[in-house]
Nanobody, 115 residues
């Protein structure tokens, strides 16, 4: 499975960004897709995950601000980020998990929220 993210950028606090991720390859093996984020001084953390039946879960700090969505036909997953805060600044990675529990990763897209 190959993953390509897009949509990162620089935004002021309180603004919005929409991240997109396109999956290709053995997409029928995917059981869930997710967004993670990482800063240079921290580990990679799960932001949001959505399963094939569109059941979603979120990191507590983004609940009510971020929305993950998925198009199983187009093999895309998106992350709508509203009310962005400086602490949301990170590199965001798209991930796909297959039915064997193997995770695939994109290269990431940088989100910078200025105060």
């Amino acid at each position: 499975v190959q993953l390509v993210e897009s949509g990162g950028g620089v935004v002021q606090a309180g603004g919005s960004l929409r991240l997109s991720c396109a999956a290709s390859g053995s997409t029928s093996d995917i059981s869930a897709m997710a967004w993670y984020r990482q800063t240079p001084d921290k580990q990679r953390d799960l932001v949001a995950i959505i399963t094939n039946d569109r059941s979603a879960n979120y990191k507590d700090s983004v609940k009510g601000r971020f929305t993950i969505s998925r198009d199983n036909v187009k093999n895309t997953v998106e992350l709508q980020m509203n009310s962005l805060k400086p602490e949301d600044t990170a590199r965001y990675f798209c991930s796909a998990r297959d039915y064997d529990g193997l995770n695939y990763w994109g290269m990431g897209t940088l989100v910078t929220v200025s105060s």
